[in-house]
């Protein structure tokens, strides 16, 4: 089938040299990571992150989360520590966020970061987000690409969904592997989970070897954009449900209602891992199916399942 969308293309040593000129001119170009698209503007560029804001919607309190190619370029910008540089070890690159400190003389510009002593940092793992970030002599902030409070994209049609031909390029990186955003840590004081992910607490407590604190008031200054409302499909979200209304999609786990129309399955396997990576794609089918609400079953509360519940709590919140 021929390619009908001017601005989805497939990623290539051509489209990486005008991606690199677009990003230097201050445009935003829809990328591939291994967790959700983003939104990539120029970190160093005010004009750049006015751009990012404005396309989302997103309310200027929300910072950004900067993404670098190595440990080395993010230092001339934050104050590493001990914990940071031993979960960067083990983890990066791939789904962790870090909140550090900001350095002094950082060249992020402060719309960035909502006018933070504090920045977002992560080394996102993906192939063609890494050959981008490794050619740029700048950082990119890059939140999901999507409206703000909705249903982040995994896929280049996903962030066509959202922005039509506003972007000049989409990079078509395939689905992505990981399918919901990156655990959020932050480390600038007795380490706390910010956002649930696919690395769990658990996992960043066995490196740290001490308490990772998950069930602590939000408040405004350690984790500006954690809206209680997000991820919306745009219909209704139910969770915890156990009995079928007959009009709603059902998502559940595992293969019991297989052939059975209006049952969507996260995982065939019971797997929460696959289960996190499919959620968001089956929230965007459903919707563009037609339905008017969606049902979800009980998910466990262990592994990936933290990261699940986190985010249709969320999408349920909103009406
Ligand atoms: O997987 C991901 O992290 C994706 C991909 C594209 O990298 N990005 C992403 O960005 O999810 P975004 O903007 O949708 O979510 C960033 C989250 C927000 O909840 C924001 O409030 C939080 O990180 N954040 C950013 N800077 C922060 C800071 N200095 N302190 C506390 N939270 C911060
Ligand atoms: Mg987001």
């Known amino acids: 089938m021929k390619n009908i969308y001017l601005n989805i293309f497939p990623f290539n040593k051509k489209i990486l040299n005008k991606i690199v000129k677009l990003l230097k001119k201050n445009k935003i170009i829809g990328l591939p990571t291994e967790t959700v698209y983003g939104l990539a503007g ?5 004009a750049s992150i006015n751009k990012i804001y404005k396309l989302k919607g997103r309310p200027k309190y929300n910072p950004l989360i900067i993404h670098y190619f190595d440990l080395n370029r993010a230092l001339e910008d934050v104050e590493a520590n001990s914990s940071f540089k031993k979960l960067y070890k083990k983890f990066s690159p791939g789904p962790i966020t870090y909140i550090l400190k900001k350095k002094i003389n950082s060249k992020i510009v402060s719309n960035a970061t909502a006018n933070l002593k504090t920045v977002a940092v992560r080394f996102p793992k993906q192939k063609n987000i890494r050959s981008i970030l490794k050619k740029l002599d700048f950082p990119l902030a890059m939140p999901s690409a999507n409206i703000s409070s909705k249903v982040s994209p995994v896929k280049a049609l996903d962030v066509y969904d959202e922005f039509k031909n506003k972007l000049n390029i989409i990079v078509d990186g395939g689905k992505s592997k990981i399918g919901i955003e990156s655990t959020v840590i932050d480390l600038t004081g007795d380490p706390k989970l910010l956002r649930p992910g696919i690395i769990s607490h658990f ?3 066995k ?6 604190k998950t069930n602590f008031k939000i408040s405004k200054i350690n984790s500006p954009g954690l809206l209680k409302k997000h991820y919306s499909p745009g219909i209704p979200v139910l969770i915890n449900q156990k009995k079928h209304d007959k009009n709603s999609a059902f998502i559940y786990l595992g293969n019991k209602y297989k052939n059975r129309k209006k049952f969507f399955s996260l995982s065939k396997k019971s797997n929460l891992k696959e289960a996190a990576s499919n959620l968001y794609m089956l929230f965007r089918k459903i919707k563009k199916m ?5 049902q979800i079953q009980k998910i466990p509360s262990r592994g990936s399942g933290l990261a699940i519940n986190d985010r249709i709590k969320k ?3 909103y009406r």
């Open 203 to 205: 996992k960043i407590q």
């Open 290 to 294: 037609g339905y008017k609400k969606i």
């Open 207 to 212: 490196i740290l070897r001490v308490r990772i």
């Open 315 to 317: 999408a349920a919140n």
């Open 42 to 46: 120029n970190a160093y560029s005010k």
